[in-house]
């Protein structure tokens, strides 16, 4: 014998009062997602993504000049690409003379990282 099942219609929820509870909460407040959104934003490009490689595997600081000879644009266009990642938080430079130095934040990184790792 098969049990007895109602279903009822899905009824429309009065205007301001949420439809169901929310399956699962997040664990990032709203600063720390647009944070790590930003941080994600400017890693969303090759050439940038690539840049942070380079730069990260680098001891030191790297001048712009040594980085030109590894991407097939201007220097105009790769220095638009570390200002895109500077203006994120995950490389800074130091100027000397004419040429600016580029170096990684790794805490800048590792925030993203860790989030992007954590498991349940």
């Given at each position: 014998?098969?049990?007895?099942?109602?279903?009822t219609?899905?009824?429309?929820?009065?205007?301001?009062?949420?439809?169901?509870?929310?399956?699962?909460?997040?664990?990032?407040?709203?600063?720390?997602?647009?944070?790590?959104?930003?941080?994600?934003?400017?890693?969303?490009?090759?050439?940038r993504l690539?840049?942070?490689?380079?730069?990260?595997?680098?001891?030191?600081?790297v001048?712009?000049?040594e980085?030109?000879?590894?991407?097939?644009?201007?220097?105009?266009?790769?220095?638009?690409?570390?200002?895109?990642?500077?203006?994120?938080?995950?490389?800074?430079?130091?100027?000397?003379?004419l040429?600016?130095?580029?170096?990684?934040?790794?805490?800048?990184l590792?925030?993203?990282?860790?989030?992007?790792?954590?498991?349940?």
């Amino acid at each position: 014998m098969s049990p007895e099942l109602t279903l009822t219609p899905k009824q429309k929820s009065p205007n301001g009062q949420p439809c169901c509870e929310p399956v699962v909460y997040p664990d990032v407040d709203r600063a720390h997602a647009e944070r790590m959104a930003t941080i994600a934003k400017a890693l969303g490009d090759p050439i940038r993504l690539t840049l942070v490689d380079v730069l990260r595997k680098h001891a030191g600081k790297v001048c712009v000049c040594e980085l030109v000879p590894l991407f097939e644009v201007s220097q105009s266009t790769l220095s638009h690409h570390l200002k895109k990642l500077r203006d994120a938080g995950i490389v800074d430079s130091e100027r000397q003379g004419l040429w600016a130095y580029y170096y990684v934040n790794p805490e800048e990184l590792e925030e993203l990282s860790g989030w992007l790792s954590w498991r349940t």
